[in-house]
T-cell receptor
Framework: SQKIEQNSEALNIQEGKTATLTCNYT??????LQWYRQDPGRGPVFLLL?????KEKRKERLKVTFDTTLKQSLFHITASQPADSATYLC??????????FGSGTRLLVRP | DTAVSQTPKYLVTQMGNDKSIKCEQN?????MYWYKQDSKKFLKIMFS?????LIINETVPNRFSPKSPDKAHLNLHINSLELGDSAVYFC?????WGAGNTIYFGEGSWLTVV
């Protein structure tokens, strides 16, 4: 069956450290993979998109990697700040171009 | 300026009632969506319209009926509400239809059925 798996346990890190979140998928062959941020009581907000032929994408303190062989994407936040605390969702194109979301990983950055 | 706005934000209603959630986007996008986020935080697509035409209709009870009067609006009407319908409903839009489109979400409508 098709699955998108993100760590259900919260990631708790110290301010200034690098946060690394994982997204694994099975039985999908996405051409694109996206990451979104969701704050409590708010809608998800788009952060980054990476194509299947791109290994890495960066935006300010954010970096995403996409390994189609491992069927995995890693999302890194360097020099993390308490304001980065949120839930991060990965999403990929399923059949019929539907964007399918993982359940998200909650990140908590301690000051 | 709000890009995707939906109303109401909170809705508490009794089982068996009929309710509607309205959504509007001012981004000039061609495609709009309804997503449902349950208590386990899974975000699942329900419907998608492209230029007022229904293009995705997931396995959703017939009690849920979307309506798109124009490409800037997509409303969701729910008949005979059930306890299991309690969730957060997100309206969203994207530039157009196809792979690689990024999605802009509204702030959500919290529906509680009692």
């Amino acid at each position: 069956s098709q699955k998108i798996e993100q760590n259900s346990e919260a990631l708790n890190i110290q301010e200034g450290k690098t946060a690394t979140l994982t997204c694994n998928y099975t039985n999908y062959s996405p051409a694109y993979l996206q990451w979104y941020r969701q704050d409590p009581g708010r809608g998800p907000v788009f952060l980054l998109l990476i194509r299947e032929n791109e290994k890495e994408k960066r935006k300010e303190r954010l970096k995403v990697t996409f390994d189609t062989t491992l069927k995995q994407s890693l999302f890194h936040i360097t020099a993390s700040q308490p304001a980065d605390s949120a839930t991060y969702l990965c999403a990929l194109d399923g059949s019929s171009y539907k964007l399918i979301f993982g359940s998200g990983t909650r990140l908590l950055v301690r000051p | 300026d709000t890009a995707v706005s939906q109303t109401p934000k909170y809705l508490v209603t009794q089982m068996g009632n009929d309710k509607s959630i309205k959504c509007e986007q001012n981004l000039g996008h061609d495609t709009m969506y309804w997503y449902k986020q349950d208590s386990k935080k899974f975000l699942k697509i329900m419907f998608s319209y492209n230029n007022k035409e229904l293009i995705i209709n997931e396995t959703v009870p017939n009690r849920f009926s979307p309506k798109s009067p124009d490409k800037a609006h997509l409303n969701l009407h729910i008949n005979s509400l059930e306890l299991g319908d309690s969730a957060v409903y997100f309206c969203a839009s994207s530039q157009d239809w196809g792979a690689g489109n990024t999605i802009y979400f509204g702030e959500g409508s919290w529906l509680t059925v009692v």
